[in-house]
């Protein structure tokens, strides 16, 4: 799926367009649906914000992706906005970008406890243009706020007007002139804002009711932690902090049940990849994602080993 963008990106771009300007709407864009199952690649959804730029604005443009918010069903939305922290926001996207082969990339140059400052940029060729960083950073505008980042506030350090605030008190109010493809934000603190997955959550919290926490054992008791956050990358470690135990105990209670921390995680990731194939409006791509899986080989190799069969064929044997 090389240099392909998610089609739930460019919809939002199709929507604007067909609510604000449907007689500008490109060609190429007037199928999405058909083009939708492998991808969008990217020369369209350039061509679909560059129409947004074009009747709308910058502000428009960045502003999209705020539908985000009602983005109710939406696996990739609720992994993003289900982050503890902007570090594992980033570690989020960054997998993200290795899933979808995307020709565009995240470069962080600073991150403190306050403030983020990245680059959008190019793997190769053709830099973003204007829009696609627009689009981009509203997108990040609405993922920090959501996640718990508060009194947001946004410049672009290498425009024509640097101190200029893009973002104050939570709205995005100016776009200036000069380049767009480096953004600085700043917050004043950070209380996270977690986010339940439909689905595996809603399994393991009504497995996990106040009468059941003493006798569960020690493989179901990490199998609710991760199942907290699939999307999350687990160490054992942390596991062990959250289950008020130390490593090496953990490490012994599994090893009791014949388990393994590695095991169970792949267990639990597995099992939540079979209920999501079930839907096939869910692209294997996005799947093994959300489940947390490194990347589309890992999640192929992992799944084999589980069912004897890859996701693609499992799919088609339901």
Request: proline share 4%; glycine share 6%.
């Amino acid at each position: 799926m090389s240099r392909a963008i998610h089609p739930l990106l460019t919809k939002v771009a199709c929507d604007w367009i067909q609510a604000n300007a449907p007689d500008a709407m490109p060609d190429s864009l007037r199928d999405l649906d058909a083009m939708a199952t492998a991808g969008i690649d990217i020369e369209t959804h350039r061509q679909a914000l560059e129409t947004v730029y074009a009747h709308g604005g910058p502000l428009a443009v960045a502003r999209l992706p705020m539908v985000f918010r009602q983005a109710e069903g939406q696996p990739l939305v609720y992994v993003m906005l289900n982050s503890s922290s902007v570090s594992d926001l980033i570690d989020k996207e960054q997998r993200l970008e290795r899933f979808w082969h995307s020709h565009h990339r995240l470069r962080v140059h600073e991150l403190t406890e306050s403030t983020l400052e990245f680059e959008h940029y190019a793997m190769s060729g053709r830099a973003p243009v204007r829009a696609e960083s627009l689009f981009v950073f509203g997108a990040r505008v609405l993922l920090l706020q959501e996640i718990g980042c508060l009194n947001l506030e946004a410049t672009f350090p290498n425009s024509d007007a640097p101190q200029l605030l893009a973002v104050s008190d939570g709205e995005l109010r100016n776009i200036p002139d000069g380049v767009l493809s480096s953004f600085r934000f700043e917050w004043s603190e950070f209380i996270a804002a977690r986010r339940v997955l439909a689905g595996l959550d809603d399994l393991l919290i009504q497995q996990a009711s106040p009468t059941d926490l003493s006798e569960r054992t020690a493989a179901e008791e990490v199998a609710t932690i991760i199942g907290q956050d699939l999307a999350h990358r687990w160490s054992l470690g942390e596991v062990a902090k959250l289950s008020a135990r130390s490593t090496r105990s953990l490490q012994r209670a599994l090893a009791a049940e014949g388990t393994t921390f590695s095991l169970v995680v792949d267990h639990v990731r597995v099992d939540e990849a079979q209920r999501m194939l079930a839907d096939p409006a869910k692209s294997i791509t996005e799947v093994g994602y959300c489940c947390g899986f490194s990347d589309a080989a890992h999640f192929s190799r992992k799944f084999k080993a589980a069912t004897g069969l890859p996701p693609s064929e499992w799919r088609q044997q339901l």
